[in-house]
């Protein structure tokens, strides 16, 4: 059922991100305004944007969880951070693929040091080493709890760069939308797509996770079985 | 409840053992020595900008105490010793003790290093020492209070070398960051006002480092 | 002399999903000794861990009570000496250093008379300034008694306390355990029957184990 | 006498040993990748001169090998498997079994990372690859060499601690120097015979190395 | 049956300037048990290293002749086989894949049958899968046995044999020693006068050790 809603919903979003024209003065309520320095290519800030967004949250999903298992001990609560972040590096991926094919046409390079650019490339890093250290532990007890711990002291450290990246970099992203003044750059329509494709990514994690959660219980039984 | 006395007691501990074995020393200096020599030959003659100086300077610096902090926890793990302390004193009586000895280790090795960096590299010239000493100031207390953090998690991990740089760089590159920022206003000649920014940074991500790993640290240490 | 009393309930541990031993409980109290036996891989080690505070159990609990109120886990090290095959001391320190540093980090300031006492007592006076890394088996396993004893612990684990020591070390154990016993507890796991056979009360994890786990044999 | 069979087996179980803990795989390429990060994050965007890139090239490559290759005879003196060895095989067999697990390690490693530098860095466009590749072939087996000796030494070192940066810089920064030069040369597009003196250089390293540790090898390995 | 002897002449063992032994000499044959006695620091495991190579005299020294020709150092490791506390084996290795690596180093391939009957008679077949880390210190000492018969050495040297072994463990020892008999020269160092008794022949370091050189006691 809820697949269903999904389904729909997104094929929707992503019909109408391409279907609607974007012109100077929208007039219809079906346009969009031309966005300085997008133009047609504005329409990907309908996906780049909520999968750099599902990102964050997987990993803070992950790390609460994390905490969740240093309190119960309960191996449950790993496999739920496990499988969150699993996801998480992968609309990670998508972010940076997305956004450098993007950079592309719009910079005319794949990547450039862009503050964005460089703080979806640490949480690229951050997931990198969060796997390279489940990895280096075979202890299941000890695996769990050290992750959880190297998430929570990752999860500290993010405001930080939120704080220092901009002092140190000049970006060449557009105008943030979703930017500290508050101004917005988009008309209704636009924003309703946008936050409808926010929500559409974020109900899409919500239901992957549960699925893999499912899965790894499932294996956790056969091998249960096995021996 | 951290009694002063014992923390002192494993700092001293410490620095015993390190003069017998003079694992961490030796490590750090000659990656410091190493680095700097083949940085130098690489920079060689020509200019390199004051952004790129401070950067490769805080790079030795990082590295350097990869190879010597990283094995403030595994030494013990290694040794078997671990047990031993956590039946001598509690977890947090460990923590600071270790914490106490690496930062001042890196504090005499950022003596070093800086002091060779200034003398052999001609480019390099800072103009405000009073941004320049504060920052290496907090800049070795953050390094340090994350590795140590970092140090013991990967103590207990089967891939102690590799890890540490690839836990340790995510973490510690927020600080990082704004250490080269706030070098490089020193050699450029900023005004104290100027660089306040950095140091609100540096202060805070030490204190939020130290209060994680209050919490912490007791998960990582008992098995 | 002071009242404690050690009580593990419903004590399991699991290593990846394979039982070790599982639902052990025991009420140990004021002077008794007790033995804790079991063939190869049974699990006598983990239990004498766990006790000490040294590894956490997959579930159920140790409560370490003294003097009527129970000790948080960070504080039990100050109630407990642990002597094992797997404990290691500092290689690179001598034997006084090793011991001056534990009975600074116990008490706060170094017992000189203490740790020479100690060092006579098992017999390592003469060598007490050779470093740790050059003593024999047998002399370190002595020297972990030193350690055990040095803050005359209420509760005294040992885990195969006799390997690796000749006759005259040997009585020193069993010296050492009767005396403990006029202390407070003393909780002996050993393979050796002459080790274990003076005990009050007995743990056999041969007996404790649970149909899933697989042995040894 | 050698038998090669042996020599498989002793490399065979690097192998699985290292597949094991993780270190070839996850940890070493997040290393390489990590390294290469802090070094963009510092040179950045402007424009750095080909000397520096290929400084900087070796830079990573020498702390990834330092990070990896100087542990190989540690890790056994750490876990007491030396006389295990020393019961199982020559003293030669163990060498040359090490040894080439080094060079294929340190070879791939070395191929990752100088294929993510390539991507990433726009300045650093190698013109004559002849000079590039043997650089990089020469450069990886006499890096192994020499750190497979130095390793051997370490592990016995703890005793004597100072030996290990007196002993390993002066050996590793010449081979280090050379490498550097000739990969600039092939970055400046060089031909061959330009740069046929740092090849002699590096080729008679490697014999050099080799020859010492065929020598002095038995004597470190043997208590 | 190969003719093996081992010949120790004036044999010397000094540690910077302090005397563990001096002047050891014996000349082992045939299918003889030899008990190295002494006690703790005497320097029973010290003899042992020497004897098996691993460790070289200060003075004097060892000869081991197989079927009338001397045995180069290099090559001793081909006719010896030895057990003790001291000696590891790989930790992230599951137990036969030390064995299966022992097996190829030692005869250039791997020899399945031999190494599964080994794993049997030292009942840890069921086992062979887990990671030796995961051992419990009786089951390595278990299977540092395998370690030292996959050969089937002429000489097998063993340091404190009985260590961390339940009450089987032990009797598969003394078969082991009493099997070792047929086939060559057996060793044993040990502080259990049990493990010494059956000897043909006996070393007394206590004895051996000259006045020179200080003792624990
Ligand atoms: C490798 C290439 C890129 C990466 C990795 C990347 C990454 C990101 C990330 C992580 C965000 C979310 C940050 C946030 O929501 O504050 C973001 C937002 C955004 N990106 Fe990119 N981006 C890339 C290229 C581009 C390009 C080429 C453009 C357009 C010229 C662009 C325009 C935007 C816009 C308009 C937003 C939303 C603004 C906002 O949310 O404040 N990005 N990008
Ligand atoms: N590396 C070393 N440096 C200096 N002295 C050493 C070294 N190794 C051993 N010794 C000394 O040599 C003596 C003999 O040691 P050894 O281990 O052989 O004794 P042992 O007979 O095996 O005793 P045990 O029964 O306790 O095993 C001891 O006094 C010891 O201190
Ligand atoms: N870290 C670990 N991971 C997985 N299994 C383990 C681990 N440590 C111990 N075990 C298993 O737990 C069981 C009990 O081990 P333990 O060391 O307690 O046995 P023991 O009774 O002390 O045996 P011994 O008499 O040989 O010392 C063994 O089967 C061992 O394989
Ligand atoms: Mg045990
Ligand atoms: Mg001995």
Redesign the interface.
Known sequence: MLKIVLGIWLTIVIVVAFAFPIVPQPQQWFEYPVIPGLEEKARILFFHVPMSWTTVVAFFVSMIYGIRY?KT?NLRDDMRSVSSAGLGLMFCVLATVTGSVWAKFNWGSF???DPRETSI??LL??Y??Y???R????????RA??A???A???G??VP??I??MP???ASLHPEPIVNTEGKVHMNATMLIVFLSSLAGFTALFAWMLQLRIRLARLEQHY??KE? | MISAAAVRTIVLKEFQSELRTRYALNALLMFVVTTLSIVLFSVGSENVSTDVLSGILWIIIFFSSMSGLSRTFVSEEERGTTMTLQLLAPPLVVFFGKLVFNIVLLFILNVVAIGLYMLLIGGFAVKSYGIFCLTIGLGTIGLASASTLIAAIISKANTKGTLYPVLSFPIMLPLLLTVITATRRSVEGAVFSEAIGEFQVLFSYIVVMLAVSYIVFDYIWRD | MRDVSLRGTKLTKTYNRRNVFAQIDFEMSGTQSWAIVGRNGSGKSTLVKIIAGLLSATSGDVVLTVDGKSIRRDDQYHYIGFVSPYLQLYEEFTAHENLALFSRLRGGSLDADRVDALLRRITLHQRKDDLVRTFSSGMKQRLKYAFALLHEPPVLILDEPTTNLDAEGIELVYDIIAEQRTRGIAIIASNDKEDTERCDALIDLNAARTPDSRRPA
Do not use: C, H, P
């Not at chain 1, 990895?135 to 000890?142: H, T």
């Open positions: 240093l001990k990547w450039n040091w490339f640490i890093l951050i990198g080493a796997f390279a250290l990895s280096a532990l075979e202890d299941e007890a000890k709890t050290l959880a711990v190297y929570i002291i990752a500290v450290t930080f760069f704080f220092v002092r140190i970099m091998y249960q021996n």
